[in-house]
């Protein structure tokens, strides 16, 4: 069994990854730099969204290149981490949440174009993605049950929000957020949820909080301590996964919902 792993701001290098391989995966998409190795006794394939030093910006973040390279590894499943902000006020900073939800409207990637695999007409494999919840039940289930055992606080469902960076959100862009009842939002995990599910690749997504969004605290705390939390992502991240994949089989892992094809 092989899991990718997909970090973002904070987890430039995955910590405590052993046997480290780095290499360049050549895709359609563009190059895309992957570490392999394991953690525990689970082979793991890593990529930092990002890159060092952080040189894309979310804008920048080229998902289809990621995904692309992870299919070609053959990993049996994706697990997504990014830090991000909460829109609801008891989802409180310095928590974990494994999201069972998406709102992510625009279906667009940063570029512009819409987010799918099927940009060509007639094109094969096309298809529509039908599912009730976006993200993979049992890697979901896996990764709550690790967290009862950790000692960060732990939040069972919650709807992620992809927005568009690289600015943060207005007061008014975040309550209207909180409307549609998102949970926290970020601006990078949105286009890997869709792809990853057009792939029928099982994906979930892990977010750890670093702050309250605009306007949902009574006062905007400084910009230091979310700064320091996004420095402790990586090691909440890391804790959490390597509780998680020893419950993993590759026999029981399913994508979210199904793609239905139009070629036979």
């Given amino acids: 069994m092989l899991i990718g792993l997909i970090s973002g701001s904070g987890t430039e290098h995955w910590p405590g990854l052993e046997l480290e391989q780095q290499r360049t995966a050549e895709t359609a998409y563009g190059p895309v730099e992957l570490v392999s190795g394991r953690v525990g006794e689970v082979g793991v394939v890593h990529l930092s969204r990002h890159g060092p030093s952080h040189r894309r910006l979310s804008n920048h973040v080229e998902h289809k290149a990621n995904l692309s390279a992870l299919i070609a590894a053959k990993a049996d499943a994706v697990i997504g981490c990014t830090v991000c902000g909460s829109v609801d006020p008891s989802l409180t900073p310095g928590s974990l949440v494994v999201f069972d939800d998406l709102y992510f409207p625009s279906n667009r990637l940063p570029d512009g174009t819409l987010c799918t695999w099927h940009d060509e007409a007639g094109g094969f494999g096309r298809g529509h993605w039908i599912f009730d919840r976006p993200f993979s039940g049992p890697l979901r289930?896996?990764?709550?049950?690790?967290?009862?055992?950790?000692?960060?606080?732990?939040?069972?469902?919650?709807?992620?929000?992809?927005?568009?960076?690289?600015?943060?959100?207005?007061?008014?862009?975040?309550?209207?957020?909180?409307?549609?009842?998102?949970?926290?939002?970020?601006?990078?995990?949105?286009?890997?949820?869709?792809?990853?599910?057009?792939?029928?690749?099982?994906?979930?997504?892990?977010?750890?909080?670093?702050?309250?969004?605009?306007?949902?605290?009574?006062?905007p705390e400084a910009l230091e301590a979310l700064l320091a939390r996004v420095a402790q992502s990586g090691d909440r991240f890391a804790s959490l996964v390597a509780a998680a994949l020893p419950q993993l089989s590759a026999d029981d892992l399913a994508p979210a919902g199904t793609v239905h094809r139009v070629d036979p």
């Avoid at 286009?191 to 599910?197: F, I, K, R, T």
């Fill in 141 to 219: 289930r896996a990764l709550v049950r690790a967290g009862q055992g950790l000692d960060t606080a732990l939040v069972d469902g919650g709807t992620y929000g992809y927005v568009d960076g690289p600015r943060f959100n207005a007061r008014a862009e975040i309550t209207a957020l909180a409307q549609v009842g998102v949970s926290a939002v970020s601006q990078t995990a949105g286009p890997e949820a869709v792809l990853a599910g057009e792939a029928g690749l099982p994906y979930a997504l892990v977010g750890f909080v670093t702050d309250y969004t605009n306007g949902v605290a009574d006062e």
